[in-house]
């Protein structure tokens, strides 16, 4: 495991990649790890992501409004090509899922967007989370 890059995340995140096949496979498997109340950065990826909760509970809040989705121990999630998103673990817990991911033809895995605010994070433990 090691540290998530600091403009992707807020709060304690680790990663270890666990496949990324040689060429011309493009799939990438990482597990990745949060520490309660941490969380990426909305984001996107070209061709989508599936995420596969391992253990604890955490949000997916996703753009275009809405309450953020809780995950739990053995839910899937199924992310879109290129719909901006966000997961991290609750407040109160840590959160460990699976990403796959296709990388795109021209290697790009995931395109950075603006942190989650603690304000817009705290607006979502209130609504939609149980």
Excluded: C, K
């Excluded at 011309?24 to 309660?36: C, H, K, M, Q, W």
């Excluded at 021209?106 to 609504?127: F, K």
Aim: glycine share 14%; charged share 20%; hydrophobic share 40%.
């Amino acid at each position: 495991m090691r540290a998530a890059p600091a403009e992707w995340v807020t709060g304690a995140v680790s990663v270890e990649r666990l496949a990324a096949p040689v060429a011309p496979s493009r799939l990438r498997v990482d597990s990745v790890r949060f520490a309660p109340g941490a969380r990426t950065v909305w984001h996107r990826h070209p061709l989508g992501q599936v995420l596969h909760i391992t253990a604890g509970s955490g949000l997916v809040g996703r753009a275009g409004g809405g309450p953020a989705e809780t995950v739990r121990t053995g839910d899937t999630v199924v992310i879109g090509a290129d719909e901006w998103h966000w997961h991290g673990a609750g407040p109160e817990g840590p959160m460990e899922h699976l990403a796959v991911q296709e990388a795109g033809a021209d290697g790009t895995e995931a395109e950075r967007g603006a942190p989650v605010s603690d304000a817009e994070y705290a607006s979502v433990l209130n609504v939609g989370t149980e």
